[in-house]
């Protein structure tokens, strides 16, 4: 029989811990391109309630029965730890919501319109300039276009 006298680790915050990583590693496949692609985002936000779950049960355990659970300061340090990719995953799932549906945009190997953007001297060059074929030079297959979010 144990000794009442001594005092039980309080391992909810370590489990807390453990499944709040997992929330933010099944984002983390998510952009990997993982097979299961569709029941990630669910599965991670699952992840993070459960997480949410331990962490309320050792803070309780930590601070409500703390004659019986030990390690009050490393429970509240677990917590906040552990808080970070729960609010990550949260505002990833919910931001994800916002992002407009793909149906529209080209697909591989659909030619685009055309179109004419500035060269990196400034130079207007459309597209058809670039895939014609002129005296010198053959005209290339396929064009790679790369799009940047800022300028620099």
Do not use: H
Not at 123 to 146: C, F, G, M, N, R
């Amino acid at each position: 029989m144990p000794d009442l006298t001594q005092r039980r680790k309080n391992i909810a915050p370590w489990w807390g811990l453990l499944f709040a990583l997992g929330a933010l590693g099944c984002n983390v496949a998510l952009f990997v391109g993982s097979s299961a692609q569709a029941a990630l985002p669910l599965l991670s936000l699952f992840f993070a309630l459960i997480a949410a779950i331990f962490l309320v049960i050792g803070l309780r355990r930590a601070f409500g029965r703390s004659q019986v659970y030990s390690g009050k300061a490393l429970s509240v340090v677990l917590t906040v730890v552990a808080l970070l990719p729960i609010a990550l995953t949260a505002f990833a799932f919910v931001m994800s919501r916002k992002l407009p549906s793909s149906t529209a945009a080209p697909q591989v190997g659909q030619r685009v319109p055309d179109f004419t953007l500035a060269d990196t001297s400034g130079k207007p060059v459309s597209l058809d300039q670039l895939l014609s074929a002129t005296s010198e030079v053959q005209a290339p297959k396929a064009v790679l276009l790369i799009f940047y979010r800022g300028y620099w």
